[in-house]
């Protein structure tokens, strides 16, 4: 029952007024830097070099203080025998779980082979795109390679709210497929053995999102809790064992650790992101993955553009099967319902208390109810969608700057709304 | 991976351009069959439109007043007041309904007036008065939110006064504000007869100057007409279809105003359409099949009054003769281009591949139109422009083929004109055309057969498509033109096939043609593959074949040509 309390501030950590964070796409951008580079500094190099090519170029420094590098390497050295190194992180919107998950990730990776990361954050997950719960297995080798999650399931939505129980199901399925891979098997596979697990979470921590996160917490029962508080008190996770009715934490240690970002004043400065606009250009990203890397495409619109004129896959209705996540469509409408939008491409488990395995994202791109079949724009490859029988439909919105291509405007795109309709 | 899309720093730069807004409705007109449907008093109607609000609120991206009217107008239909007559097991209990009906209120008030009311500076109530909610609906919230239950008869009271309002304050405005069709032709209408009749002018100006004149001028008549090509470019790329009818319009009153064989007048228009061409290929295809669609609408017309429209401008539509004058015409004009095209495809390798590409799926297109269309009335304007596009797809057989055919017709028509004189002296030509596309088709249909047998490998659920073009996401490619078409999303129900068999039987048993013919391959007009049947038109019915039924009426049709 240890307790540490890491924030009690006495010194000062320096703090740099330069530091900043202020990157419209901070996450996506870093996950596509992070891996590549061993420390930090030289992501931070990376990412600004990358920018200097592009109009704005904003200060990016990523800040981590003394106590966030503290509270890793506490994590990071207790590598105990009796159980396998689980880190689960919380906190509320914009505290910087995603980035200490990130910096932990690094510091795991100098110690272990590889560590697996549970994202449970559906609305902006790190390695899929949004409306994905998945598990994604890093090591040091997957240097510049499109990262595949291990397991992946469609949720659909941004977040747990529309479902919980569903949401539940998937994180429980992710965490037990991770132990049975990675945990129980040790004479099989001895590589398989110590593979550390972080599991980032979303931020929504009041209400129903608290009780999902307490849920999680007794189901995953970690080996570590962060707990990444800001200044506004109220809007922080309950200090102490909040998980567990008498307020005692067992055996896992809870770490509480302050946000990185703090005013003279010690009050959390937040960075104000427009998620709507990164889970569109998240989305987009993902898309620009149906083109070869090498080609030049620098802007959202030369994607739009080129998403438009790319020859999609055709599946002939009867081969899959389409599902709605959150709603009942009527029969007659189902096609109304699914043109020009997103779906999780999935695989039919065989058993029925299976989840059907999403494979990626595809767009729905046409309808021929002539001939029978739909038109879908994915990056899967061929050999991995020829398992794809199931269609899921959720509530993951197509980004509207792929349907006002130039000369190329989606029907869904009205003008004439009344406004303030 | 790549970092991209860095440039934009605020999401309105990128992803709000313009006034357009995500809509869940594929057109305006699939919003106002649903606004039609669901203030009809025919229950079924209403059902249909409640239907498809519940596909749109799958998409989700409803606005919460479309939401509110469905909940509103569903919950009535299963209230025994508005729905006298029905009974059963349809209807609610009175406290269920009350239930809905004050669920649906208090989402209404609260769900459109938070969107007009900014922040918490005015109350609920006042907010309401502004846009004029009744009065009776916020009380209704009030009191179902923190009093007792109101009464079924004061929420049903108010349930009607809430459609009222909703009508007056979206769907009746919203109507109003729907850009139709032809208000949109009339609109733009005279901006594009303005600018494609200056860059007309500006290109017979530049022709008028003669070669001594000075050099300063030529500039700047060369700018001018670049100004004028870069305007017509521009209203060519969002409203190609208007563009591509006026400009028709242009063209044949050119050429009416001439005589069919004087064309000195359509002459004149041929710098504008080859410079337009030149920038913008697709133009002078969607021109094309423009004009055979013309001629095919009128051609069914005269078919289906069984006589010739008497006086040529009774119906507005401009002669066949002149429409196939005019075809081949524009055909010389794409065989112009496509020179000078291949010039600039071996120095621009980058984008020839695009280019080439297109066209020729779309020639073939245009072909087979072509051929259809010319089978109907004797038209050796058709037939000449036929054998050009023929020869432009670089397809030797084709040309040969088609030369038979031409030859077939001057015989047919010396030899048994006797018997055709009871029928359209074009009759022959057609029953040629005919079974000549019945052969290519079958043709095709054996090749693909014996690449069925050849490649049995396991067949593949997902697959590229190998020929795609540029249209908008939601749309499907167009095979004349830039633009996408709108799907048809209804589900394809097999009763309503069959009906339609039955409707189809009878419009072909009412023409003369099909007693005569007793070949047993009437029509082939297109052919299907699923699961190794064959679909084949054969006199208007579709009907599935074997292979072995495919093999022997290919045969048969050989000995015929």
Known sequence: MESLRLHTLKKNPKRDPVVQFRLPADRRLCVLFFHKTLTLKDTNMAIASSLMEV??????????????????????????????????????????????????LQVLLHRHKRVAYLDSDVGQPEFTPPGCLSLTVLDRETIDMRIQPERCFFFGDISSK???????????????????????????????????????????????????????????????????????????????????QDGDAGAITLIEINSARQDSLNRSVLVHKDSPHLRDLSIVTYFRQCFPSDMNMRSVKEIAQALAAHPPYEVSMSAVNIKHLHCEVPKAEIFYSLNASIVGLAVDPEGSEHLPRCVGLGIVRGIDTLRRVLYIITPVPQNVLEDVDVLLQGFIQIPTCLLQVHGCVSPYMASNVLPGI | MQVLGFKEATSSEVFGEGNYKLVPWISWD????????????????????????????????????????????????????????????????????????????????????????????????????????PRMLIDIRHECSHRDLPSLRLVRLASRKALDWLKDYYWEPQKMAIPYPGDQTANFGKEIKSKIRELAFSLDVKQATPSDSP????????????????????????????????????????????????????????????????????????????????????????????????????????????????????VGNLKDLKPSRRKVATTETVNSPKVKSLPKSTIIHLLGKCLTVSSLGNNHHLASAASVLAQMTGNHTLVQKLNKLASLHASNTNTVSEVVDIYPDSFYNHEEMFIKQSAQKLEHLKQKLSHKSGTEETKRRWSVVKSWKA??????????????????????????????????????????????????????????????????????????VTEDEVMNIASAVRILV
């Open chain 1, 55 to 104: 109009e704005e170029c904003e200060a990016m420094d990523i800040y981590i203080p003394e106590e966030w590098s503290e509270a890793a390497d506490v994590i990071a050295c207790s590598g105990g025998q009796t159980q396998t190194l689980t880190a689960f992180i919380c906190g509320p919107k914009n505290s910087g779980k995603s980035t200490f998950a990130r910096h932990l």
């Open chain 1, 162 to 244: 529309r479902d919980p129980e569903i949401y539940l199901t998937y994180i429980y399925a992710l965490y037990d497929h991770y132990i049975k891979q990675y945990c129980q098997l040790p004479s099989a596979s001895p590589s398989n053995s110590g593979v550390p697990l972080i599991i980032n979470t979303s931020g929504w921590v009041k209400g129903i999102g608290y009780d999902v996160l307490v849920d999680m917490l007794k189901h995953i029962d970690p080996s570590h809790v962060v707990n990444i508080c800001i200044s506004a008190k109220s809007k922080n996770l309950p200090s102490g064992a909040f998980w567990s």
């Open chain 2, 30 to 133: 699939d919003w106002n069959l649903v606004r039609e449907s669901l203030f009809s008093s025919s229950p079924a109607s209403i059902d249909l439109a409640l239907q498809r609000i519940s596909a749109w609120r799958s998409r989700g991206c409803v606005p919460v007043i479309i939401e509110v009217t469905a909940s509103i107008v569903e919950t009535q239909q299963k209230d025994s007041y508005f729905r006298d007559g029905q009974s059963g097991s349809d209807l609610l209990a009175e406290n269920m309904l009350t239930m809905l009906y004050c669920m649906t209120i208090m989402r209404l008030v609260n769900g459109i007036v938070e969107k007009t009311r900014k922040k918490n500076e005015i109350s609920i109530g006042e907010a309401a008065d502004v846009i004029g909610i």
């Open chain 2, 215 to 330: 050099v300063i001028k030529r500039k700047r008549s060369k700018k001018h007409i670049n100004k004028a090509l870069k305007n017509v470019l521009k209203l060519y790329s969002s409203f190609p279809l208007e563009v591509v009818s006026i400009l028709l319009e242009f063209l044949l009153k050119a050429q009416e105003s001439a005589d069919v064989a004087n064309s000195s007048q359509l002459d004149d228009w041929k710098p504008l359409i080859i410079k337009w061409s030149k920038k913008e290929p697709d133009m002078l295809l969607s021109l094309l099949g423009e004009v055979v669609h013309m001629i095919e609408t009128r051609e069914a017309l005269k078919n289906e009054s069984g006589e010739e429209l008497k006086p040529e401008h009774k119906s507005g539509f401009p002669r066949t003769e002149h429409l196939s004058y005019l075809f081949k015409w524009l």
């Open chain 2, 471 to 544: 249209c908008p996401i939601g749309m499907l490619p167009c095979d004349v033109g830039s633009l996408g078409v709108v799907p048809v999303l209804d589900i394809v129900n097999e009763e309503e096939e069959e009906e339609e068999k039955k409707s189809c039987g009878k419009r072909e048993a009412d023409c003369p043609l099909v007693v005569l013919d007793d070949s047993n391959v009437k029509k082939v007009k297109c052919c299907g593959e699923e699961d190794g049947l064959f679909g084949l038109m054969i006199g208007g019915l579709w009907k599935s």
